[in-house]
């Protein structure tokens, strides 16, 4: 295929990584010495994204792609552990991808800047122990586990710590509420220190006096992804932090 009829392919038309428009150029592969690869490569001006493509000659939906340089800011997080880490994807699972990968950021901004109204939030009737009638459930999350939090060294993995309880967790306007095997554990949103994630896990520190706490998830499918989760925790923490402070004012935090 020439080059002129590659034009309409969607890797060429916008960045399936950034998502920026007439950013991307193929360009013929080097081969030294017999050592490189057959494929174009293509180079995304905006996001500098490299990535391999194979138009192949079954029409245009037969084309695959497999990236080999992202930028790993946070901005791309979701992208760059779908779309940078996938190898070889075919036309329609990269397209899925980079949607889903578009979905996500854009929540990602909302939750920043206040907005949750998309989480569709409720109130559960009658509510869980715990809970008061006035809560509004943001995020209902599975196999979350509640744990001591061993001081932070760099030798801390974050998996350490003694499990205390584990169960369902429930994130409110006001409160966590874990419905532990155990027993139940409410905390408020102000007892929250900080949050932390990365590819496989979300965190959440809490203050328990003399001691620091966590509540620590997995990252598993169908649930909201990592930093989407710990992004909408800290979006909660403010907003009640606004109501109990009402002169206090917040920065949006910069990607
Ligand atoms: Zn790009």
């Known amino acids: 295929m020439s080059a002129q009829t590659l034009d309409h392919l969607p890797p060429l038309q916008g960045c399936l990584y950034c998502h920026a428009e007439g950013s991307t150029t193929l ?40 990236y080999r340089r992202v930028p790993h800011t946070p901005r791309y997080f979701y992208l760059a552990r779908h779309l940078g880490k996938a190898g070889w994807l075919s036309a ?16 990602v901004q909302q939750a920043r800047q206040g907005d949750l109204v998309w989480l569709q939030p409720v109130r559960l009737d009658p509510p869980p122990p715990l809970m008061r ?3 509004t459930v943001y995020l209902t999350l599975r196999a979350v586990s509640f744990q001591q939090a061993p001081p932070q060294t760099v030798f801390t993995r974050p998996e350490h710590g003694d499990v205390l309880d584990s169960g369902k967790l429930y994130v409110t306007n006001q409160k966590l509420h874990l419905l532990g095997q155990r027993q139940d554990w409410s905390h408020r949103l102000s007892d929250i220190q900080r949050v932390d994630y990365g590819n496989e896990y979300w965190i959440v520190f809490i203050n328990a006096g003399s001691q620091m706490q966590k509540y620590r998830g997995m990252h598993m499918d169908g649930q909201l992804d990592p930093q989407l989760i710990t992004t909408i925790i800290e979006a909660l923490w403010r907003l009640s932090q606004m109501r109990s402070e009402p002169s206090t004012s917040f920065d949006v935090l910069p990607e």
């Open 27 to 66: 360009v013929e592969s080097r081969k030294v010495l017999g050592i490189g690869s057959d494929y174009p490569v293509l180079k995304c001006s905006h996001c500098k994204a490299v990535a391999l493509l194979d138009v192949g000659a079954g029409g245009e939906d037969s084309w695959r792609i497999r």
């Open 92 to 107: 329609e699972k990269a397209l899925a991808i980079s949607t889903d990968g578009y979905v996500q950021r854009t929540r």
């Open 133 to 135: 009638t006035d809560e």
